[in-house]
């Protein structure tokens, strides 16, 4: 079974820093395409950063010297740190996979930005 899980979401002060992961199961991980989306309430779901199979980021500008993607193929693992985080940055955090017609979702994880 095809399985993303999102982990390491929290309440932050402003300035902090947060590491999301994602674990990804039941699939040949290296093929896929990665990425982060998030969603805050009563917005639409928007693209934070992906990486490509081969290692090719890309960021929004909004998170762009702040946040850093990485992956873990042996682990099939990504990752998503965030630093100098704002109000702003909160949202529910998604883990995707693309693979050719392959959309994969996790169930997200939560992240809040508040003093």
């Known amino acids: 079974q095809v399985r993303l899980v999102e982990s390491g979401g929290g309440l932050v002060q402003p300035g902090e820093s947060l590491r999301l992961s994602c674990a990804a199961s039941g699939m040949i991980f290296r093929i896929y395409d990665m990425g982060w989306y998030r969603q805050a309430p009563g917005q639409e779901r928007e693209l934070v950063a992906t990486i490509t199979r081969h290692g090719t980021t890309k960021y929004a500008d909004s998170v762009k010297g702040r946040f850093t993607i990485s992956r873990d193929n042996a682990k099939n693992a990504v990752y998503l740190q965030m630093n100098s985080l704002k109000p702003e940055d909160t949202a529910a955090y998604y883990c995707?996979?693309?693979?050719?017609?392959?959309?994969?979702w996790g169930q997200g994880t939560q992240v809040t930005v508040s003093s």
């Open positions: 995707n996979a693309h693979f050719g017609s392959a959309d994969i």
